[in-house]
């Protein structure tokens, strides 16, 4: 019987334990429990955080490496093919629960939810913070990476009355709920950024988007703009951000991800009113494992049976 070595800070090995009886799954609690058990495993699941490069040495060819998270740059994927090992990302998992997470970024920051909020521990009732919220109707928001949560996010923000424009890289193998005139290439990026009221971050993290958002972006976005990254921390320069913020060249910014994970507790951004900070949970919820384990075992079905697996990274 196969054996999956599993490590992860959420109950997924324990979820498909009970969905499946012809797999063994070992649960590690470490990485050092890992490097016991991976010689003898076939497969390995686990998130950026919980990947180690030595671990490639245990790992032999034919086995399996399933990631939990749609980004993949924490693994060595051309080392992991070039010893023969599969490598799959969890592309899809997560369309819809980080699409809502941006949009919870979106309205936190419009109708300053984290005023009211101390308003409600204070045990306070002051109408006056209402004159400095805003709503998003009519106004323009740009996608940045219309990939399946680009996609996800662009097609809510219609419903919502936004006026939607996204940038994907390659703009003609496009193909969702925009129509041909409101997508743009990486490059006419900065086209868009004049009329943008709201720039929402879902691009991958490449060496081509890293600090892709920087001073120069920052400072083009109208001064009522606001920012929600959803995506990686390192596509926004985040001293430019901080900046940006401070000088208002920009009004609000919404983060789940920073580019140093955790935020140190010395950050500025911690204290800023114009400022959400999530900590990297939009792709978090209570069915999380549920809905890992029927992709993970969807991919396990095709592996036992030998068919090309589902989001293969080469």
């Not at 499946?20 to 890992?34: G, I």
């Not at 980080?98 to 909020?117: D, I, K, P, Q, Y």
Request: glycine letters at 6%.
């Amino acid at each position: 019987m196969p054996t999956a070595v599993i490590y992860h800070d959420t109950p997924i090995a324990s979820t498909i334990r009970d969905r499946t009886d012809d797999l063994t799954v070992v649960a590690a609690e470490s990485k050092a429990d890992v490097r016991t058990h991976l010689g003898d495993a076939d497969i390995f699941v686990t998130n950026p955080k919980g990947w180690s490069d030595d671990f490639v040495k245990y790992l032999s060819e034919d086995d399996w490496v399933q990631a939990t998270s749609i980004g993949y740059t924490a693994f060595p994927v051309a080392e992991l093919n070039e010893r023969g090992v599969t490598f799959t990302n969890a592309a899809t998992l997560h369309d819809s629960v980080v699409s809502e997470h941006a949009f919870a970024l979106m309205f936190a920051l419009s109708r300053r939810l984290g005023a009211t909020f101390d308003q409600q521990r204070e045990h306070e009732w002051d109408r006056g913070v209402g004159a400095d919220m805003w709503h998003w109707e009519g106004r323009r928001m740009t996608v940045f990476g219309l990939g399946n949560i680009g996609e996800s996010i662009a097609r809510r923000a219609q419903a919502f009355g936004f006026d939607v424009y996204g940038v994907k890289r390659t703009p003609s193998i496009y193909s969702g709920s925009l129509t041909e005139d409101r997508v743009v290439s990486n490059e006419d990026f900065h086209d868009l950024l004049p009329e943008t009221d709201l720039l929402v971050l879902t691009v991958p993290l490449t060496d081509e988007t890293r600090h892709i958002v920087n001073a120069d972006v920052l400072a083009a976005l109208p001064e009522s703009a606001a920012v929600v990254n959803v995506a990686r921390g390192s596509v926004i320069d985040q001293n430019a951000l901080v900046a940006a913020l401070k000088d208002g060249e920009i009004t609000a910014a919404g983060l789940d991800v920073v580019e140093e994970e955790p935020l140190p507790p010395t950050s500025p951004l911690w204290d800023r009113e114009d400022t959400v900070v999530t900590p990297h949970v939009g792709g978090r919820s209570k069915d999380f494992p549920v809905r890992f384990s029927r992709l993970f075992l969807d991919n396990y079905d095709r592996w036992l049976s030998g068919k090309p697996l589902a989001n293969c990274i080469n």
